[in-house]
């Protein structure tokens, strides 16, 4: 990453700016027109000559203070300048008086000043519901992150050229992954884009997790991981999607059910203060759906498939709710969000490259149309599973963002947050977290205002170990609970 010289103009030093000495009458002394005294009150010319080689001294001496003191700041500058440019981190300073000290830590004052007020800036904080969700006292709290995968970081150094390679490096980047997740206190996490999961899950169980993985088949070396603390949850079944086999390219998804298993009685274990033992069981589901924005017949495919197979692992425990996160890539106001959102969708009514939203996200927005697209047979049958025009999913999900109100700066007219992602090519939303109506969102954590992910000039970065940032809800179980 570059790093900008730091240089002080030689006049910024000084404590006070160069003004002559004053030299005024005595008060009792009156001038004449030609600026002599009068001769009465005239000084004696030996006195005169002393004081007048007094302050041509004293004028001689203020000038030659001055231009030391510049000479002293122009060394500095370049003593400064040099050892910036060959350690990057640190550089000393020798300060030759009082003042031009106290000048530069009125100057070190204003930096942390700075300093500070940028570290609250991008720092993220809990946004809570508007409704009263005390009755509700089982909660979890469910993220979602994808972790970029080293491997996919590597072969797209286009897309990361604004980002220090340090900050890429996965070494750093875990480290701060970690920092993330003992600050949110999860109690499940799905993640993303991982390619170093017995890293990643050495990192967690340490941290009191288990996980289970599912790799992407194919070329690809990333996959999706699921995480849960060990102490507040048993797994009860796992099962896991290769799109492959149905044509749906390399892409996966898994499928979890969970049973609260302890009695909990502090919402720092990443789950409800119920002071009973609960037995609520639940599904989890972590996809992450093909990036290409030509594709959405396979897009729409593969959440397809993901939303049938959550719904009937709720029918085969008992009904029970439903939690879905995961990088859908595609943005808000496409249709895909209005398939997961209204249950249904005429695919006839949108054109195969803008199912997503990715590559027209503002016409997305902005314009209906009542023009018939023509699909292929292929895509149709892709799409839908049976080649029909129309696609249905039998759960009624809700966004946990768009459920918990938020600022104008880190929130579309969704409510869904504006950025999720950020890199050179790419500044939007495509990270989500869905859930039945079984749960009530009371909390979620808000991302970063536009203009403080633009500082950064793209992620991952210094305090940020991804070019996503981790959504994080906390939920609350709606009903009296359920028997498995």
Request: proline share 4%; net charge positive.
């Amino acid at each position: 990453m570059h790093l900008s010289r730091f240089t002080y103009s030689s006049d910024k030093g000084l404590s006070t700016p160069y003004a002559p000495p004053k030299f005024k009458s005595p008060g009792n002394m009156g001038r004449i027109g030609d600026g002599r005294y009068p001769p009465a009150e005239q000084p004696s010319r030996s006195s005169a000559s002393k004081r007048s080689r007094t302050s041509q001294f004293d004028v001689g001496q203020h000038r030659s203070k001055k231009k030391q003191r510049v000479t002293i700041r122009q060394t500095e500058t370049e003593t400064e300048t040099l050892t910036l440019n060959h350690t990057s981190t640190s550089y000393t300073r020798t300060y030759a008086t009082s003042s031009t000290y106290s000048y530069n830590r009125r100057k070190e004052k204003r930096h942390k000043g700075k300093s500070k007020r940028t570290s609250a800036e991008d720092k993220r904080k809990w946004v809570y519901s508007t409704h009263d969700v005390s009755p509700y006292l089982d909660r979890v709290v469910f993220m979602s992150y994808n972790i970029l995968g080293v491997k996919n970081a590597a072969n797209h150094e286009d897309l990361y050229h604004n980002v220090a390679p340090k900050y890429l490096d996965w070494d750093y980047r875990k480290r701060l992954i970690r920092k993330e997740i003992r600050e949110y206190n999860p109690g499940i996490m799905c993640f993303q884009e991982v390619d170093c999961y017995d890293d990643l899950d050495y990192l967690l169980q340490k941290e009191g997790f288990k996980g289970v993985y599912q790799a992407r088949t194919g070329d690809a070396c990333d996959g999706c991981a699921i995480f849960w603390n060990r102490e507040l949850f048993d797994l009860l079944h796992e099962e896991s999607i290769e799109f492959q086999k149905f044509d749906l390219r390399n892409n996966v998804c898994q499928l979890c059910v969970f049973k609260m298993n302890v009695k909990n009685s502090s919402k720092d274990m990443g789950a409800s203060n119920s002071e009973s033992i609960s037995s609520r069981s639940f599904v989890v589901g972590n996809i992450h759906v093909l990036f290409n924005p030509n594709r959405g017949d396979i897009k729409l495919g593969q959440v397809r498939l993901f939303l049938e197979s959550a719904q009937r692992l709720s029918l085969e425990w008992g009904d029970i709710p439903v939690v879905l996160a995961g990088d859908l890539n595609s943005m808000p106001q496409s249709a895909m969000y209005q398939f997961l959102t209204s249950s249904k969708l005429d695919i006839q009514m949108h054109e195969r490259k803008q199912i997503s939203g990715q590559i027209y996200p503002l016409q997305n927005r902005s314009f209906k149309s009542s023009f018939i697209y023509r699909w292929s047979d292929e895509e149709l049958r892709l799409a839908t599973g049976t080649g029909a025009s129309h696609l249905i999913h039998q759960l009624q999900l809700r966004s946990a963002y768009a459920g918990v109100p938020g600022s104008s700066g880190t929130r579309d007219n969704s409510g869904e947050p504006l950025v999720t992602s950020y890199h050179s090519k790419f500044m939007g939303t495509v990270d989500y977290i869905w859930h039945t109506t079984d749960f009530v969102p009371v909390r979620v954590l808000d991302t970063l205002p536009i203009d403080v992910l633009s500082r950064t000039r793209g992620l991952p970065s210094k305090k940020w170990g991804s070019d996503h940032l981790a959504l994080v809800c906390e939920l609350a179980f709606t009903d009296g609970g359920s028997e498995t």
